[in-house]
């Protein structure tokens, strides 16, 4: 069942720009985008990928742009030229061990990517509201938790300090030009769509059905915060919908349960619902990771009236099935 609450007369027709949209989270937002009437103008540097969640007709709606938000002249031109309304910037080099390996291409996607979109935005009066997905990561290591949007950002590794700096680079935007922008920092997401499987959940759930062993790079306790897609997304659209009412401008949002769990933990909880015996390996090999972090979303549900419609064990589930299906195509 949908439990997602899309407010289906605001989006209808809305032009509305979504770069990494055929990403996780770029994808299941733009499907709910799409459910609701809205001109989606979808940007990635990959497109036409072999694994989407699309229908072919939803991908036949998109208005697809093969690009990369590090081009500001491209970001400008479609900007202007079809009259964006709202934007949700979510285009990033996403996987932290990938940004430590290149950081050159980490800081040039999500630092430059950022302030181009920005920049463009605010040569086009056009644009109403932004959204712009920053990271719990943006806050670096922390003795107090959990998290709370005032926190000082401080990533000490690349993807860290990448999404720290677009954090910054967006207040700066509203702070100096008036930019309509917020700012998201969400825990781990989680949910059908996820092609990257050097991500837990994706991993442990192909090894659960595929009955391999399953190799955690940590040693099993670190603390995370994990949130379904569907809940992420509804916090995206009811964001823009109070930036566009000239609510909340410049302000940073926490989307979490509040739950945090070790990997341990949150492994068992999955085998609880899927069914089976755990079977997994500690590598106790992971570097450059923050050990605890998990955030307070208070903010959230008080400012935007954003709550979990799923719970976490609800979440997983469906996300089990979903990849079951996948699997087995």
Request: proline share 3%; glycine share 6%; aromatic share 12%.
């Amino acid at each position: 069942m949908e439990k997602v609450s899309l407010n289906r007369k605001f989006w209808d027709k809305r032009k509305v720009l979504v770069t990494g949209y055929e990403g996780f989270l770029g994808s299941n937002l733009t499907k709910a985008l799409l459910s609701c009437g809205s001109k989606v103008f979808g940007v990635d540097i990959k497109t036409e990928r072999k694994d989407m969640i699309f229908s072919s007709d939803e991908y036949s709606k998109i208005v697809r742009v093969r690009a990369d938000v590090a081009d500001f002249k491209v970001m400008h031109k479609l900007i202007s030229r079809h009259r964006i309304n709202v934007i949700f910037h979510l285009a990033a080099e996403a996987l932290v061990e990938g940004c430590n390996k290149d950081p050159r291409r980490a800081f040039l996607s999500n630092i430059c990517g950022s302030w181009n979109i920005l920049e463009a935005a605010r040569k086009n009066s056009c644009v109403k509201a932004i959204v712009l997905a920053s990271s719990d990561k943006a806050y670096g290591s922390h003795k107090k938790l959990p998290y709370k949007e005032n926190a000082a950002l401080r990533g000490d590794h690349p993807y860290d300090a990448s999404k720290s700096c677009a954090d910054l680079i967006a207040n700066t935007y509203y702070h100096t030009y008036g930019l309509p922008v917020a700012v998201t920092r969400c825990g781990n997401i989680f949910g059908p769509g996820d092609f990257n499987f050097s991500r837990i959940l994706p991993d442990a759930i192909r090894c659960a059905f595929s009955g391999k062993t399953l190799y955690i790079r940590s040693d099993g306790k670190f603390t995370r915060d994990y949130i379904y897609v569907k809940d992420i997304v509804n916090g995206y659209l009811l964001l823009a919908e109070k930036l566009l009412g000239q609510k909340l401008l410049g302000e940073a949002f926490n989307f979490s349960y509040e739950n945090p769990l070790s990997v341990t933990e949150l492994l068992r909880l999955l085998y609880e619902v899927i069914g089976g015996k755990p079977d997994y390996k500690i590598l106790n090999q992971a570097k450059y990771e923050i050990r605890h972090q998990y955030l307070s979303s208070a903010k959230a549900r008080k400012l935007l009236g954003w709550k979990p419609r799923y719970s976490l064990r609800q979440g997983l589930a469906e996300t089990a099935v979903w990849y079951k299906g996948y699997f087995s195509l």
